[in-house]
């Protein structure tokens, strides 16, 4: 069973759309959850940062982390054509540093 | 400007010939990874570093060797490059830990024939 599991899309949606990002993961030690942006060609930039449970939001990005059911979700309002790239989450345990486990990425097109 | 720098950006060399890919980051972090990121198998991390002379395995070290002599630099060295090595690296540091990765260099493309 893998570890991190995401759907690699690709996911399409109009300009304006809201879209929705999601990872499962088995191991129940995760504490910290991430999501990172990765343009074509380029490095990954994080995006948003989570510990444990609970919604952040950051402008027109909002994650979610539900730690019972192991399932974190990137919400993105009002989507734009510059938001298309392969988003990917990644998750660790706590205590010290710990190996991010990343999953391998949902790539998201978004049509003006 | 806040950067990780990786060189050389696209590198292709024959298998058995040792190379090195450097790293340098010019935030102050103490904090530095390795991955590879390849297709289907998303980003798998090699070595990492939470600081100087401190360096532990990943989830892919085998064939790669790292040095941490200073705070700045992470440099990743293939002994003896393989073909199955080819793949898109990325260096990565962070202030805080867990693995709060916030910055990327831009990758290196290396391919081994």
Same mark, same amino acid.
């Given at each position: 069973q893998k570890e991190v599991e995401q759907d690699p899309g690709p996911l399409s949606v109009p300009e304006g759309a809201i879209v929705s990002l999601n990872c499962t993961y088995s191991n129940s030690a995760f504490q910290y959850f991430m999501w990172y942006r990765q343009y074509s060609r380029k490095g990954p930039e994080l995006l948003m940062y989570t510990y444990s449970s609970g919604n952040k939001e950051d402008g027109r990005f909002i994650a979610q982390v539900d730690k019972s059911s192991k399932y974190i979700s990137l919400f993105i309002r &009002? $989507?734009? *054509? $510059? &938001? $298309?790239a392969t988003y990917l989450c990644a998750m660790s345990e706590n205590s010290g540093y710990s190996t991010l486990t990343f999953g391998k990425g949902t790539m998201l097109l978004v049509s003006p | 400007e806040a950067q990780v720098t990786q060189n050389p950006r696209y590198l292709i060399t024959v298998t058995g010939k040792k190379l090195t890919v450097t790293c340098s980051q010019n935030m102050n972090h103490e904090y530095m990874s390795w991955y590879r990121q390849d297709p289907g198998l998303g980003l798998r991390q090699i070595y990492y570093s939470m600081n100087v002379e401190v360096t532990d395995k990943g989830d892919v070290p085998e064939g790669y060797k790292v040095s941490r002599k200073e705070k700045r630099n992470f440099p990743l060295i293939l002994e003896s490059p393989s073909p199955n090595q080819t793949s898109l690296y990325f260096c990565a540091s962070s202030?805080? *830990? *867990?693995?709060?990765?916030?910055f990327f260099g831009q990758g290196t493309r290396l391919t081994v024939v």
């Open positions: &009002d $989507s734009q *054509p $510059s &938001d $298309s | 202030l805080a *830990p *867990p693995g709060t990765e916030a």
